[in-house]
């Protein structure tokens, strides 16, 4: 979906450095999500943001950070606390809003950051 | 917390013949079942989703059925083409709070021409 970048594509990380992924989406979506995809396993969800100025852990929170100071920007910071942080990133975003009785929405996601370590 | 189950992990099939993936998921609370598709090294698309208010969905080639009462749902791809070569990902989600997804760990198609 052209409406969410993801940058860099990719990215190299050195011993106990921290990096951060960029998220941006322009579809005007309340909730974001940052993944971690690794080979031969689905999907995991690192943190997840519902509105500006909260967000909170999923289920593989630890070594990693996020912020959203905007509606339309949700970084992930990887600290030199991830040890085995070589992966593949993928940030989502979706509505909120609800249409009947329904409040999931589907998630659209970026075309992902493939971080490395040196 | 959500497990969602898929199988099988990969899948090998002939042009024009029919492909099915499976899932299974663990809390009767969840009620949003979509299905992506990932080519390699792109990005997830949403190929079809379903909700637990309905028994079976289709879209041309596509269709998803859910079993609420088993816990399962299921993806069919008649007349497979070549480009339907790729990894194919269920999702489980319940219906309030964060709109979580809960990934399978994939499929692997591949549609031998």
């Known amino acids: 979906d052209g409406g969410i970048t993801q940058s860099p594509k990719y990215l190299f990380r050195k011993e106990g450095q921290n990096v951060t992924l960029s998220c941006e989406q322009n579809?005007?979506?309340?909730?974001m999500y940052w993944y971690r995809q690794d080979p031969g396993q689905g999907l995991r969800l690192i943190y997840y943001?519902?509105?500006?100025?909260?967000?909170q852990k999923g289920d593989i929170a630890e070594g990693y950070s996020v912020s959203r100071e905007k509606k339309e920007s949700f970084p992930l910071t990887v600290t030199s606390a991830q040890k085995n942080p070589t992966a593949f990133y993928l940030c989502a975003s979706s509505n909120r809003k609800l249409i009947g009785d329904w409040s999931n929405q589907p998630q659209h996601f970026g075309d992902g950051t493939r971080l490395s370590i040196l | 917390g959500e497990n969602v189950e898929q199988h099988p992990s990969t899948l090998s099939v002939q042009e024009g013949d029919s492909a099915v993936i499976k899932c299974t998921y663990s809390d009767s609370a969840s009620n949003y079942f979509p299905w992506y598709k990932q080519e390699l090294g792109k990005r997830p698309q949403l190929i079809i989703d379903i909700r637990s208010n309905v028994g079976e969905k289709k879209d041309q080639r596509i269709a998803v059925t859910l079993n609420k009462t088993a816990k399962h749902f299921s993806l069919h791809i008649t007349e497979t083409q070549p480009e339907d070569s790729a990894v194919y990902f269920c999702?489980?989600?319940?219906?309030?709070?964060?709109?979580?997804?809960?990934f399978g760990t994939g499929t692997r198609l591949t549609v031998i021409p």
């Open positions: 999702a489980a989600s319940k219906g309030t709070g964060a709109n979580n997804l809960f």
């Open positions: 579809l005007n979506h309340d909730a």
């Open positions: 943001s519902q509105i500006v100025n909260d967000f």
